[in-house]
C-alpha cells in the first residue's frame, strides 16, 4: 500500500493504491495523521479508485481519518471509490457518516 498527495490552497487529496488491509493499514494510520496534523487542511479528500481491496481494517483507516480530521478541524470526503470498495463502504453504512463524491460510471 502506497499513497500520493496533493495540496490545493487548503484541500489536502490523498489517494490510496493498493489494498486497504491489516498489513497496508498499519503503518498508513500514522503517515495519515502526521500529514493532516502537519498540513491542517479546512478539506480532506481520500480518493480510493486505484484500491482494489478493502476489509475492516481498511474502514477502520477510514474511520480513524475521520476522526483525526475533526481533531484538527476539517472535513472529510471519500473521492471515487473503486466498485469493490464502494459495495464495502456501503454494506458498513460509511456513505452516511463520510460524503461519497464520483463521476458516474460507464
Do not use: N, W
Request: hydrophobic share 40%.
Amino acid at each position: 500500500m502506497h499513497y500520493t498527495c496533493q495540496t490545493e490552497g487548503q484541500r489536502l487529496t490523498v489517494t490510496l493504491y493498493g489494498e486497504l488491509d491489516h498489513h497496508g493499514a498499519v503503518s498508513l494510520r500514522s503517515e495519515l495523521d502526521r500529514l493532516i496534523e502537519r498540513e491542517r487542511p479546512r478539506f480532506f479528500a481520500l480518493c480510493l479508485s486505484e484500491v482494489s481491496f478493502c476489509d475492516s481494517s481498511g474502514l477502520g483507516l477510514v474511520m480513524g481519518r475521520l476522526k483525526k480530521c475533526a481533531s484538527v478541524g476539517a472535513s472529510m470526503v471519500i473521492r471515487e471509490p473503486s466498485v469493490a470498495v464502494e459495495k464495502i463502504l456501503l454494506l458498513a453504512g460509511m456513505d452516511k457518516l463520510i460524503k461519497i463524491e464520483r463521476t458516474e460510471r460507464v
